[in-house]
C-alpha cells in the first residue's frame, strides 16, 4: 500500500519557503505529515506541474477515464487529481470503498492460482461449491471427450441437452457453445503445469521440432519435449504457433518464449531433434548452434532417423529409369481411377468379376515416400489381372488407358517391381521401429543393424516371382511384353542402400568415456561429485552384474529393458546419470509428424480462424491428456474455480423481463 511519492521535501503542492521562521512554523506539520504518510498509509503519486495527487492503485484499476455508471468521478477525487492536501483527505479516500475494492482486485489478480486455492477464501469457496462438482465433472468430460474425439465445440450444447433430457442434472448454466472454452483452457492449462512439474524432477531435456502448413496457409512449429526418468525415456507435447519467420533467428526466438511462458529451464538442455533442415541444424547460424552459443555449448543436435532412412532411400532410387518408369505408372493409376468415377466403377466390376482381393491404386507421393510406394507396389501386384482386363477393353478408345497398359505389361518393369517389392520389407520394418513411440538411440541404432543384415541376405536369395517372370514371360496368367531383363541391378541396388544407411547413421560406438567428456559441465551441474573415472568404473560394474543376471533369466538379454536393469543405488548413480543422458537424446523427430497430422484434423477448411492459444488448448488435449476412460476431472474443475476473481455463479440464472 506504499504507494505515495513526493518530489522534494516540501509539503505536496506548496513551493518550499525560504524564511526561516515559516519552516519553523512548519516543520512540526510537516514531521507530523511526513510521518503520518510513511506509517503504512496509501500513499499517493504528487503530480509538480498540475499540483494534485493521485491514487497509482484507483488509477491501475479504474483507468484514468472510468465508466459514468460507477459514479467515481463524483466520488473518487483521487483518480483525476485530488487538490486538497489536508491529510483528512488521504484517510478519508483510504477508508472509501472504492479505493479498498481495487486493492483487493488488484491482490487477486496478480496472485497465482496456488496461492488463490490455498487461501481461506479459497478453500471456502471450494467447499461452498462442492454439491455443484458432479454437474461440473460431467461438463468437463463431456469436453475432453469431445477434443478427444474430434468433434467441434459445438456439439457442447445438444450433449448438454441430452444430459438434462437423461435427468443427469437440473441447470440452466454454462449451456452454450462459449462456455466450453473455458473448460477447455483449465484442462489444458492443467497438462501443462504437468509437464512443467515433469521437468523439474529431471536433470537432462530435449527438444523437438519441427514445421508444417496448416490450411490456411500459416506456418506452425510443433515444439515436444523428451526426458528420461529412471531409464523411461518420455516425450510430452508442449505447444505449437506461428513464428515471425522460419529464420534460425526467429525460430529461436520463437522457442525461447514457449519455454519462458512454460516454466521450462533451458539450462537442462542437452539436445535437440529436427528433421535436418538448414535453419535447424547449420553449422555457424542454425537453431542448434544458436542453442550451444547462447544456452549449452554441449548440446547435441540429432538428424531424425525416420528422415534419414526416407533420403537414403530417394538416394538410391533417383537416378535409376525404371523406378522413374514405375513411379509414373503408379501414380497414373491413381489418378486415372479416383478422380474418375466411371473408371472406378469399371475397376470395381472387373475386381468382382475375377473374384479376386484387390485395392483402388493409393496415392504415392507424400512426405512418407517409402511407406506410399509400398502401398503403391501391393496394389498393382494384388489387382494386376484387374487392371489389364479394365485397360485393356479401354485402350481402344481411351489414349490414356492404352499409355498406362503398354507400361504395366512391360516384362522389365515387372520384374523390377517385384524385386523392389523384397528389397522394401526390411527398410519398412526400419521405418516403424524408427517411428516407435519413445524409442531409445541405441534401441534405433540395433535396429539400423538388423536392416543391413537383412538386406545382405536379399542379396543369396533368389526371387521366386521374378524367376518365374523370366521363365514363362507372364505374370498372373497376363503376357508380357519386352525381351528379358538383366536383373543384376538388384545387387548394385542392395549395395546402394547399403552404403546410404552407412552414410546417413554413421555415429561410430562412443565409449562412456567420450560421453562423459563431452558432457562434462552439464553432468557436473546434475552431480556436483559427478567424476569421470568413478562413472567408468560404476559402468563396467553395472554391466557386468546386468549380464551375469539376465543371462540365468529364461528369455536372456532380449527381456533386458532399461526400466527393468535401472539401479539408483549408491553403487551406479554416475552410471545412471549417463544412462539418463543418453536415453533424454532424441532418436527422431516422428512426434511432431503426428502432431501435424492433428492440427490438420482440428484445423480444417471450416475452421481456418482458430485462434492460436485455441488450437494450442485443443493439441494439449488431445496429445498430453489422459483417454476418456482415465481423465479424472477434479484437478482442472479446481482451477476454473479459482481462476476468476469474482467467483462462479455456478447457479445463477438471468431472469426473464415481464
Known amino acids: 500500500m506504499n504507494f505515495l511519492r513526493y518530489s522534494d521535501g516540501a509539503m505536496p503542492g506548496r513551493k518550499a519557503s525560504t524564511s526561516s521562521n515559516e519552516q519553523k512554523k512548519r516543520a512540526p506539520v510537516e514531521r507530523r505529515f511526513a510521518n503520518s504518510w510513511k506509517e503504512g498509509r496509501p500513499w499517493l503519486m504528487f503530480n509538480d506541474e498540475t499540483k494534485v495527487m493521485t491514487c497509482s492503485t484507483c488509477v491501475s484499476f479504474y483507468g484514468t477515464n472510468p465508466p459514468t455508471n460507477t459514479n467515481l468521478k ?63 465433472a460431467m461438463l468437463f468430460r463431456n469436453v475432453h471427450a469431445i477434443v478427444k474425439n474430434n468433434r467441434p465445440l459445438r456439439d457442447y450444447v445438444w450433449m448438454y441437452d441430452l444430459d438434462v ?40 531435456l530435449s527438444f523437438l521440432m519441427d514445421g508444417s502448413t496448416d490450411i490456411s496457409g500459416d506456418e506452425q512449429e ?23 519467420s522460419t529464420s534460425s533467428q526467429d525460430l529461436y526466438d520463437f522457442t525461447c518464449e514457449i519455454f519462458t511462458s512454460e516454466n521450462i529451464d533451458t539450462d537442462k538442455l542437452v539436445g535437440m531433434g529436427s528433421d535436418g533442415a538448414s535453419n535447424m541444424t547449420g553449422k555457424n547460424k542454425g537453431l542448434a548452434a544458436l542453442y550451444r552459443h547462447n544456452v549449452n555449448q554441449e548440446l547435441v543436435n540429432v538428424h531424425c532417423f525416420a528422415h534419414r532412412l526416407e533420403l537414403a532411400f ?19 493409376l491413381h489418378y486415372f481411377y479416383i478422380k474418375q468415377y466411371k473408371n472406378k466403377h469399371g475397376l470395381m466390376e472387373s475386381i468382382n468379376a475375377l473374384n479376386i482381393k484387390g485395392t483402388l491404386p493409393p496415392k504415392v507421393t507424400g512426405t512418407r515416400w517409402m511407406s506410399h510406394f509400398d502401398r503403391g507396389i501391393t496394389s498393382l501386384t494384388r489387382t494386376f489381372q484387374a487392371y489389364e482386363a479394365h485397360l485393356s477393353s479401354l485402350s481402344h478408345t481411351n489414349p490414356k488407358a492404352e499409355g498406362l497398359y503398354k ?74 511384353r519386352g525381351n528379358t531383363p538383366n536383373t543384376s541391378y538388384v545387387t548394385s541396388i542392395i549395395d546402394g542402400f547399403t552404403d546410404a544407411i552407412n552414410s546417413r547413421f554413421d555415429f561410430g560406438v562412443e565409449a562412456v568415456r567420450q560421453v562423459c567428456n563431452h558432457f562434462s559441465n552439464t553432468l557436473y551441474k546434475a552431480m556436483a561429485t559427478f567424476d569421470t573415472d ?29 526400466k527393468k536393469v535401472y539401479d539408483d543405488s549408491s553403487d551406479s548413480k554416475m552410471a545412471m546419470l549417463i544412462v539418463d543422458l543418453l536415453l533424454t537424446l532424441p532418436p527422431t523427430s516422428v512426434s511432431c509428424e503426428t502432431c501435424f497430422s492433428q492440427m490438420k484434423l482440428v484445423k480444417t477448411c471450416r475452421r481456418t480462424r482458430l485462434q492460436r492459444k485455441t488450437l494450442n488448448d485443443l493439441l494439449v488435449v488431445r496429445l498430453a491428456s489422459p483417454s476418456m476412460q482415465e481423465f479424472n476431472p477434479d484437478q482442472a474443475i479446481d482451477h476454473w474455480m479459482n481462476s476468476s476473481v469474482g467467483g462462479r455463479r455456478l447457479t445463477y440464472k438471468r431472469q426473464k423481463r415481464a
Open 74 to 136: 463524483g466520488q473518487n477525487r483521487f483518480i483525476l487529481g485530488c487538490g486538497n492536501m489536508r491529510v483528512s483527505a488521504v484517510v478519508d479516500h483510504e477508508k472509501s470503498k472504492s479505493h479498498q475494492d481495487a486493492c483487493s482486485r488488484l491482490a487477486a489478480k496478480s496472485a497465482s492460482l496456488v496461492e488463490v486455492s490455498q487461501s481461506k477464501a479459497g478453500k471456502t469457496l471450494t467447499l461452498l461449491k462442492a454439491s455443484q462438482r458432479s454437474k461440473l
Open 165 to 204: 433430457k437423461k435427468d443427469l442434472f437440473i441447470g440452466e448454466t454454462y449451456r452454450s457453445e462459449k462456455s466450453a472454452l473455458p473448460f477447455l483452457s483449465s484442462i489444458s492449462d492443467i497438462e501443462r503445469q504437468k509437464t512443467t512439474e515433469m521437468v523439474k524432477g529431471v536433470h537432462f
Open 222 to 244: 510443433a515444439v515436444f519435449i523428451r526426458i528420461a526418468e529412471k531409464g523411461v525415456a518420455k516425450e510430452r507435447f508442449l505447444a505449437i504457433g506461428s513464428p515471425d
Open 314 to 332: 530417394r538416394d538410391v532410387v533417383k537416378t535409376s529409369k525404371l523406378h522413374d518408369k514405375l513411379m509414373t505408372l503408379l501414380i497414373g
Open 407 to 480: 507400361i504395366m505389361v512391360d516384362k522389365s518393369l515387372i520384374c523390377y517391381a517385384l524385386s523392389m517389392k523384397e528389397i522394401i520389407n526390411p527398410l519398412m520394418r526400419l521405418s516403424l521401429r524408427l517411428q516407435k513411440e519413445n524409442s531409445t538411440l541405441a534401441e534405433s541404432l540395433l535396429a539400423v543393424s538388423s536392416c543391413l543384415k537383412m538386406l545382405q541376405a536379399c542379396k543369396g536369395r533368389t526371387n521366386k516371382a521374378v524367376a518365374e517372370v523370366i521363365d514363362i514371360g507372364s505374370y498372373q496368367g497376363v503376357r508380357l
Open 534 to 562: 568413478e562413472a567408468v568404473n560404476q559402468w563396467n560394474w553395472f554391466k557386468n552384474e546386468t549380464s551375469s543376471k539376465f543371462e540365468k533369466a529364461k528369455e536372456g538379454l532380449r527381456g533386458a529393458t532399461w
